[in-house]
């Protein structure tokens, strides 16, 4: 501030020894906005103005039609059962990995990550091949019982469970593993029940890091397209959710069924924003009570 | 000596319990199904499972497959570390906005990436429209690798960035005093120690791209003859009928894509391990 | 060459962690920051080294102005507390770092870069380990590695942040001898940073006391000791206990009592009497001492610790007495000042 006789070498030595030069901080910021953007944001943006590109009236009517009502209830279905399912997975092999100590715990671990890096694709064709009506248990099933698996709701559910696997589990057994046991060892030295430590002690603790894989989960199960594609045979009406819905409107090539594709799309989005926002939210009010791994998956 | 026991001594309940179900849930799930693939690609003879693997169908997917995955993880880790930088060091309004997008991919159906994706390119869309006639993105590779490098951007941003938030500002000072400018630290200091977490995200991105279906099909298009190895299997899936030939054939492509998919597993657990025993805990 | 810090001040927003610092450091001179921590000794060494630049004020190396020198020109070399070792590269890789990234005129060929890092690790007493990584190492040993790397780039100054905090005891004290005959081998310049008072008067040749972003004190180990400037030196030093007395007329009272004290040179008011636990006698009340109680009598060491609660707000003094001696809890008694130091009360800091 004093040295007027040396402005410009002062400016420049003043400078932070671990921080660039202003030009170039604003140079990456730029970027950083410019990819976000392009890359991001515009498909964001362009399915809302895509949906809404013949008024919001024929956006609205994509609702009208029996087969997109279908497919909205048969996502709310698949969702329903799957997360559930994955939700009591998670919670056991998270109790079983993290409060004990036993030989090929992280080879647990490894396996129940497996399905994440697993093709969708993959993931729905190795149902076919174990269930489809010329396997042996698909033919005893069908034949025997009338159960039909591949190219029915149910190859659809367990596709999506396979897809959505690890997604709760994930969440919880590194915070379990943190948190340890010593609160379950109080309760128990103070006479509770199993159960009663658990839904008392556990549960609480984890809670919020729950909460935020089943998120995670559900966004998944609702938006999952590759192994639903390939398991559901896509019966319009009978086995085509939402992502599917959305592909077979986009094949007609007629405006109105772009819009309706759009439209529908523009629901998904919905979710995946809905999705986003309260996940950060989690992130910024209880990062402490989530696990301390924020990786992707 | 003492008995074998499985697990130590807890007296905490519920393991039986608790494993049990893990266990059982996980071979119905996932194991199970997984090596009934398997059975079923030995049942092919190897004539065959040859024939269907240099067939130029085939060859020609894996090509684009692994090409367009490796240009998009490749991409993602030079502008997914240049973002991760951003994020952690510097403070600018919207920071926090900018931060919560990077999860968008991870959150967005991939059939709805794919649509929004396939339109903004194709010539009619923002973007296609800026470069057709002369370059076509929707339908062609050039799209494959866009929809890759939109599913891939997460990935190495998020393993990039807690490394980073962790970083000691000493060793960049400790360069520094030894003389290196800011651009030598970066590369010869910063960037070095960075590198697992890169190899990590850039193996994670791959895995996800080779695996990619829903983004790609809308954005490659059908009958445009940019195939890759998941849009390959459902043709072969579609062709099926009574054809056990295909149905082989599709295991057979399953089969090599789960065996990538392990490779890539089995990579990354090196690079922690092998940045783990030189580096310490990273 | 001289380093001279001259009117420094240093604000961290509005807070100011430097508050006109002048000092001057004498050529190979080996010199110690004490203070607290919060005291601004380690601003004032990161000022020096350019890791910081100085909100007003100046930084001399020699005659030059190095207040316009970015780090990277100064030369210097920082030891860190954490050692801030690069973790991706191997012990003499380390080392050779600041000779590796110089411009290429001034850059050493690769082999004698190598042959300098052998050389250094051999000062150090480390040789054997170059090609280590630096979580192959122990503390002490990466310390050593820290300082070679400092080393390397010929430092016209070598700056330590706390060199031996991270340390266990033992290894405190080998570490600390072997720096001071290092020091006196290759007879650099040298600033270090330390809380600990043993080491700073054990090692260093000149011992800088700081407090609140001031300078309270530069001397010897003795004259800091024997002489300190002010209550916080006396405090921060060795083991102390401080009374308020008020001086009329050369005569120092404690409440009531006149203590047979002179103070001559001492100007009438307020002041603050300090003694150190062996410089005071326990006997019975009298004329002249100190008049308290016992509260508390330990066992300590050679001696026998006692602590007293003197005059009406319990004013706490720690004395040793031999051990043959042993008062009993709560009996009244009078404390005999064989040496102080009084210091007039300071008004208010504004």
Redesign the interface.
């Known amino acids: 501030m004093s040295d007027a006789n040396a402005p410009r070498v002062r400016r420049r030595a003043l400078r932070d020894a671990t921080t660039e030069s202003p030009a170039v901080r604003r140079l990456l910021i730029g970027l950083t906005i410019a990819i976000l953007a392009l890359l991001l944001v515009m498909p964001l943006v362009a399915v809302f103005s895509q949906a809404l590109r013949l008024g919001l009236d024929q956006a609205l009517a994509t609702f009208q039609d029996p087969d997109a009502m279908d497919a909205v209830l048969l996502t709310l279905l698949v969702a329903a059962i799957a997360v559930p399912c994955n939700l009591v997975f998670g919670v056991a092999a998270a109790w079983a990995v993290a409060k004990y100590r036993f030989p090929g715990r992280a080879f647990l671990v490894t396996l129940i990550d497996l399905p994440f890096s697993v093709s969708p694709v993959v993931a729905g064709m190795v149902y076919i091949i174990l269930l489809g009506p010329f396997t042996p248990i698909g033919g005893w099933l069908l034949e025997d019982f009338n159960i039909r698996i591949i190219f029915a709701v149910p190859g659809i559910v367990l596709a999506t469970i396979f897809v959505t696997f690890p997604f709760i589990a994930r969440e919880l057994i590194p915070l379990m593993q943190e948190q340890g046991t010593g609160d379950e060892e109080a309760a128990l030295s103070l006479g509770a029940s199993g159960l009663r430590t658990f839904w008392h002690t556990t549960l609480p603790n984890v809670k919020w890091a729950l909460l935020y894989g089943v998120l995670l989960c559900n966004a998944r199960a609702m938006g999952e397209f590759g192994a639903v594609a390939v398991i559901s045979g896509k019966l319009r009406g009978e086995t085509v959710t939402m992502p599917l819905q959305i592909e077979l409107y986009y094949q007609e090539f007629r405006a109105s069924a772009l819009v309706a594709a759009f439209t529908m799309a523009a629901v998904l989005a919905g979710l995946a924003l809905i999705t986003l926002i309260i996940k950060t939210w989690l992130e910024w009010r209880y990062a402490d009570q989530l696990a301390a791994t924020r990786g992707g998956h | 000596m003492a008995r074998f026991r499985?697990?130590?001594p807890?007296?905490?309940?519920?393991?039986r319990?608790?494993?049990g179900?893990?266990i059982a849930?996980?071979a119905i799930?996932?194991?199970?199904?997984?090596a009934?693939?398997f059975l079923?690609t030995f049942e092919l003879d190897w004539a065959t499972f040859e024939r269907i693997v240099t067939g130029p169908r085939f060859l020609a997917a894996l090509k684009l497959s692994f090409g367009a995955s490796a240009l998009a993880a490749l991409f993602n880790v030079v502008?997914g570390v240049?973002?991760a930088?951003?994020?952690v060091?510097?403070r600018?309004p919207?920071r926090?906005l900018?931060d919560?997008?990077?999860?968008?991919?991870?959150?967005?159906?991939?059939?709805?990436?794919?649509?929004?994706?396939g339109?903004?390119y194709s010539p009619n869309?923002?973007?296609g429209r800026l470069f057709a006639p002369d370059i076509m993105i929707s339908y062609t590779p050039i799209g494959v690798w866009i929809a890759l490098?939109?599913i891939g951007?997460?990935?190495v941003v998020?393993?990039v960035?807690?490394v980073l938030e962790d970083l000691?500002?000493?060793?960049?000072?400790?360069?520094?005093?030894?003389?290196?400018?800011?651009f030598?630290t970066i590369r010869?200091?910063i960037l070095?120690?960075l590198?697992p977490a890169i190899l990590t995200g850039f193996a994670?991105a791959f895995?996800r791209a080779?695996?990619?279906?829903?983004s790609v099909?809308?954005i490659a298009g059908?009958g445009t003859g940019v195939t890759i190895?998941?849009v390959l299997?459902?043709e072969w899936?579609a062709q099926r009928g009574?054809n056990a030939i295909a149905?082989h054939a599709?295991?057979a492509i399953?089969a090599v894509?789960?065996m990538v998919?392990?490779a890539?597993?089995l990579a990354i657990?090196l690079i922690q391990a092998w940045s783990n025993r030189?580096?310490?805990r990273v | 060459m001289d380093i001279s810090i001259v009117d420094v001040r240093k604000e961290f927003g509005r807070y100011p962690a430097l508050n006109d610092v002048s000092l001057t450091i004498r050529s190979g001179e080996l010199i110690a920051l004490l203070g607290p921590s919060g005291s601004g000794k380690t601003t004032l060494l990161r000022l020096i080294a350019g890791l910081e630049m100085p909100t007003a004020g100046t930084v001399l190396f020699g005659d030059e102005d190095a207040s316009r020198k970015t780090v990277q020109e100064r030369n210097v070399g920082f030891v860190f507390q954490h050692y801030a070792l690069f973790r991706h590269m191997t012990v003499a890789e380390n080392i050779g770092f600041g000779l590796r990234v110089r411009p290429r005129a001034r850059r050493p060929a690769r082999a004698e870069i190598r042959s300098r890092a052998v050389q250094l690790l051999d000062l150090v007493q480390l040789s054997g380990l170059e090609d280590r990584f630096p979580a192959q190492l122990s503390g002490g040993q990466r310390q050593r590695v820290a300082l070679a790397r400092a080393l390397a780039i010929d430092p016209r100054v070598l700056l330590l942040d706390e060199p031996f905090g991270a340390l266990d005891a033992q290894v405190r004290r080998e570490l600390r001898r072997w720096l001071r005959e290092l020091h006196d081998k290759t007879g650099h310049t040298t600033v270090f940073v330390t809380h600990d008072q043993e080491e700073a008067i054990e090692l260093a040749d000149r011992v800088v006391v700081m407090s609140q972003g001031r300078i309270e004190q530069i001397g010897s180990a003795d004259e800091i000791y024997d002489s300190p400037a002010s209550p916080f030196v006396f405090s921060f030093i060795g083991e102390s206990s401080a009374l308020p007395v008020v001086v009329r007329g050369g005569r120092v009272a404690f409440e009531d009592t006149d203590l047979a004290i002179s103070a001559a040179d001492i100007a009438d008011g307020p002041a603050r009497l300090c003694v150190r636990p062996h410089d005071v006698d326990l006997g019975e009340p009298g004329p002249g001492r100190v008049p308290g109680r016992v509260s508390l009598v330990r066992r300590s060491g050679a001696g026998r610790r006692v602590e007293v609660v003197a005059g009406k707000d319990a004013h706490r003094v720690e004395i040793e007495i031999p051990p043959d001696l042993s008062p009993s809890v709560g009996s009244t008694v009078g404390l005999g000042v064989r040496r102080w130091r009084l210091f007039p009360e300071r008004a208010p800091a504004a």
Request: a positive charge; zero cysteines; charged letters at 15%.
């Open positions: 499985f697990r130590e807890s007296i905490i309940p519920g393991f319990m608790a494993f179900f893990t849930y996980l799930i996932v194991l199970i199904p997984i009934g693939l079923k502008i240049v973002i930088w951003v994020l060091r510097y600018f919207g926090r900018l919560a997008i990077i999860d968008l991919p991870f959150a967005l159906p991939t059939a709805v990436a794919g649509i929004s994706l339109w903004v869309g923002w973007i490098v939109f951007l997460p990935f998020r393993t960035q807690p000691d500002r000493q060793v960049e000072e400790a360069a520094a005093t030894l003389g290196a400018r800011r030598t010869r200091v070095p120690t590198l994670l895995a080779v695996g990619e279906y829903g099909i809308f059908t190895l998941p299997i459902v899936l009574h149905l599709a295991a399953a894509m789960l998919s392990f890539i597993l657990n030189r580096f310490g």
